[in-house]
């Protein structure tokens, strides 16, 4: 018998509030070169699939506002790129490519990777993926986790269990929490990448939500109504299906390393990107500054902070409390500035 054929989807979704101001709706985090000397994270993401699957098995999911502007950034014959009607979060994201994937191709499999992040090391990145493959086999979905190298409160955390299981899933704790976890040893950064049988995947979401498979096929087999899809509840893949799973051994563990840099949120940015040439710190170790506003920034005395000027709006956060720039999003939504988001 033939070996099942591999796809790889990247789910393109969300619009990165943590990065604001960044990180627009209309302009979300995936679509943005964060790295001035790297394309956007999408395209890098991508480029790290054609390693490991050709290009007509690599996906893109992604919202309806944002498929123009992804298939732009891509290019022709690089990725087939499937539209959700609406953002609700990844678990609907990821049962769109399982269906699609076993449509096309019964008996496949599905590797989901996120688009938002970077990996340096892309033979490691191919080969987690791999590795993820065989250790879901026909019947489990395998999850890759990273190194926690810190305690960080922006990731999510998986727990080693026995037989190379995922016994728990703790999504973004607190810095206490965090703190433990790294301490203990068992518990690796969630990278988010998560390898099955497309039908390990469609019968994980039958039992656990239903309602989202449903609206998935609802959309594919009818593009023009997209009623059911609106109706659902917003739910994360790690809520959705790792959770339940992983308290009945379904979920394998891969833990791999392959120079994972996660654009979480300023801090996460900071560390991975230098602060440029033409910007001053003076007794300001620590301090990152990213502008697109073509401005000159200084900061003088303030240590461990970043700054993210734009041509509409100036962020100034400890990077300790870089997760909080969410609280900036939420409260200039509920002030009427959508302008700015």
């Not at 627009?24 to 394309?39: A, C, G, N, Q, V």
């Not at 123009?68 to 049962?95: I, Q």
């Not at 041509?311 to 002030?335: C, I, M, N, S, T």
Request: aromatic fraction near 4%.
């Amino acid at each position: 018998m033939a070996a099942p054929e591999i796809f790889v989807a990247a789910l393109a979704g969300g619009s990165g509030t943590r990065l604001w101001p960044l990180s627009r709706r209309r302009r979300p985090k995936f679509l943005l070169e964060l790295d001035p000397t790297r394309p956007s994270t999408l395209v890098d993401t991508v480029d790290r699939c054609r390693g490991v699957v050709p290009s007509d098995h690599v996906l893109v999911v992604t919202g309806s506002a944002h498929a123009d502007h992804v298939r732009e950034a891509l290019g022709p014959g690089n990725a087939h790129v499937l539209v959700e009607p609406a953002p609700r979060d990844s678990l609907a994201a990821l049962t769109l490519a399982a269906l699609h994937v076993e449509r096309t191709s019964p008996g496949g499999v599905l590797v989901s990777v996120p688009a938002d992040n970077y990996a340096t090391d892309t033979a490691a990145f191919a080969d987690a993926l791999r590795r993820a493959v065989d250790a879901a086999g026909t019947n489990r979905i395998g999850l890759v986790g990273m190194p926690a190298t810190y305690a960080s409160t922006s990731h999510g955390y998986l727990e080693l269990g026995p037989g190379g299981t995922v016994s728990s899933f703790t999504e973004k704790p607190p810095l206490e929490v965090a703190q433990g976890f790294v301490a203990g040893g068992r518990h690796r950064w969630n990278a988010s990448i998560f390898a099955a049988r497309a039908t390990t995947v469609l019968a994980a979401v039958e039992r656990h939500h239903p309602e989202v498979l449903a609206a998935a096929a609802a959309w594919i087999d009818s593009p023009h109504d997209a009623t059911a899809w609106q109706a659902l509840t917003p739910r994360s893949v790690d809520h959705g299906i790792v959770e339940p799973e992983a308290t009945v051994g379904g979920i394998a563990a891969v833990e791999a390393s392959f120079g994972w840099e996660d654009m979480g949120d300023v801090a996460a940015l900071a560390a991975a990107v230098p602060t440029g040439a033409q910007h001053l710190l003076v007794d300001s170790p620590g301090t990152f500054v990213q502008t697109t506003s073509g401005r000159t920034v200084a900061v003088v005395g303030l240590p461990d902070i970043a700054v993210i000027d734009t041509p509409d709006g100036l962020l100034v956060v400890p990077l300790a409390q870089a997760a909080r720039v969410r609280d900036v999003v939420d409260a200039l939504h509920a002030a009427g500035r959508d302008d700015v988001l």
